[in-house]
């Protein structure tokens, strides 16, 4: 069969796999391929056991894979055989040299570049899906057009804003899309190219074009700006409990204003993921570089909040249960960075996790998908470590839970029988302000939220 376009993203990761599957799945006269170096992903990206978890991916890959969908290791051929190429790699914070733990590492980038410039017998549009540094486009533009045999390429600019645990709906209905491109002739026809395929399920007026810089901007901005207000309404929520207010009530007052909005003001142990903290440290890097000190020590303090909340969870825990953690069992429910995602990267789990096991607490871990990636975490910990499924079994003999991911599940337990397999007095941190306190306490549990007054028996 052949198709009117054939589409090659590099890279099948969390981004990536969806991403094309939605085009694929949208645009059956397109024929989207795509590649990763590792092997292991891509059998699994075949399987019916995908490597990702993420709701309704399974049926959208199912319905495409084979027809217009293709997942393979082949990553030269797929260069030469498509003209429009995704880049979707990964871009990890620096962890050597200038920049260390503040830029990003882009070695996997230009490596993937260098490719398409070693592999291109025809002219092509290389697309930047990853979030990158302002500039990475010219970077990437001045590595493919460095030699003079008639092969063209033109560097687009097309962040993804998926969020994890709603990416097919994100997909499906984004709130906008974000296409940057050069502004002379040839990028503006590159630019059209790629609004088409988004105009064949996005509305004109979500499909926002810009010039490139923008675009790279935008998505450091967008994300910068999420993880403000996170850490705004969680800087509220250490001043709630010492001054008696609760956090979700000041939450919703402060939300309704129209200004001000309702969404991303949930308190808790701090974001995760893979985009916030990285995606900050790059901006604050970015305004050093440029000598904005004072602009990247106020985004260097999104970061610092995050941690510190991570940090007075675990010494509330600490307080609560007589200064000492030494020998009691703790049971962590959620691992995952947040809820409907076996991604851990970057989840305050992994924090909460080590700082247990340095008050030389036992832990037992549950999670209903991140199970997996959790004994890779914990893997280089010492101390006592458990993983158990059921989160009732894992809260079994335990002195305490904590709740470190808003799982659903979690609501629906039967917290009586919970409560009576626990040692006592048995303490319940809610790090998501998920479940019933008043229920919980009334039970027998001694109930401490984020940001609101502790309930205690004592
Ligand atoms: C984020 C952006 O939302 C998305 O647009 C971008 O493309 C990638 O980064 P993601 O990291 O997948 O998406 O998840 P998100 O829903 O933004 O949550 C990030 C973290 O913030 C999670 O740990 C979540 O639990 C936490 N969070 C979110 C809060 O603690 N409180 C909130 O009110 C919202
Ligand atoms: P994201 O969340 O941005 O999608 P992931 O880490 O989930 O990031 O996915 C990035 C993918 O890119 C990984 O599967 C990794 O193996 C792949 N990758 C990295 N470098 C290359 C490369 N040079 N060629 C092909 N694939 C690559």
Wanted: net charge negative.
């Amino acid at each position: 069969m052949t198709f009117a376009m054939n589409i090659l993203c590099i890279g099948a990761g969390y981004v990536g796999g969806p991403t094309m599957a939605m085009i694929a799945h949208k645009c059956p006269h397109c024929r989207v391929t795509v590649v990763d170096l590792n092997p292991e992903r891509i059998a699994a990206w075949n399987s019916d056991e995908l490597p990702i978890y993420e709701p309704g991916l399974d049926a959208l890959v199912k319905a495409t894979r084979g027809r217009n969908l293709f997942f393979s290791t082949e990553i030269e051929a797929g260069i030469r055989e498509n003209d429009i190429i995704f880049v979707s790699v990964n871009t990890p914070t620096k962890s050597f040299g200038l920049g260390a733990g503040m830029a990003a590492d882009l070695q996997y980038w230009e490596k993937t570049a260098r490719q398409i410039l070693e592999h291109s017998q025809s002219s092509k549009i290389v697309i930047e899906k990853s979030t990158l540094p302002v500039k990475t486009a010219l970077a990437m533009e001045r590595i493919l057009n460095c030699r003079e045999n008639g092969v063209h390429f033109d560097v687009l600019s097309n962040p993804e804003f998926l969020a994890e645990g709603t990416a097919t709906r994100d997909l499906e209905s984004p709130d906008r899309v974000l296409i940057g491109s050069r502004e002379d002739a040839r990028g503006l026809k590159a630019r059209q190219t790629l609004v088409d395929i988004y105009a064949q399920w996005v509305p004109q007026e979500r499909i926002l074009t810009s010039n490139i810089w923008s675009s790279e901007l935008s998505k450091l901005v967008a994300n910068a700006f999420l993880a403000q207000r996170i850490s705004s309404i969680n800087a509220i929520s250490a001043l709630c409990e010492k001054a008696d207010a609760d956090v979700a009530e000041v939450a919703k007052a402060v939300g309704m204003d129209s200004r001000i909005g309702a969404k991303f003001l949930n308190a808790s142990i701090g974001f995760g993921g893979s985009c916030f903290k990285k995606d900050i440290l790059n901006l604050v890097y970015l305004c050093r570089h440029y000598g904005l000190d004072e602009v990247a020590d106020y985004w260097e303090s999104v970061v610092k909040i995050n941690h510190y909340q991570q940090e007075r969870f675990l010494r509330n825990m600490l307080d609560a249960m007589f200064n000492t953690l030494a020998g009691k069992k703790i049971c962590l429910w959620g691992f995952a960075f947040k809820a409907n995602t076996g991604d851990t990267r970057e989840s305050p789990a992994i924090y909460i996790a080590h700082r247990l096991l340095e008050e030389h607490a036992e832990i037992v871990v549950s999670d209903p998908q991140a199970l997996k990636n959790a004994r890779l975490d914990l893997a280089g910990e010492t101390g006592k470590i458990s993983y158990v499924e059921d989160p009732s079994q894992a809260a079994k003999g335990c002195h305490a839970i904590a709740l470190l991911t808003e799982w659903d599940l979690y609501r629906h337990l039967d917290f009586e029988k919970i409560y009576e397999t626990m040692a006592q007095p048995a303490f319940l941190f809610d790090g998501r302000n998920l479940l019933d306190h008043r229920r919980c306490y009334d039970i027998g549990f001694n109930v401490y939220p984020v940001g609101k007054p502790p309930l205690t028996h004592f």
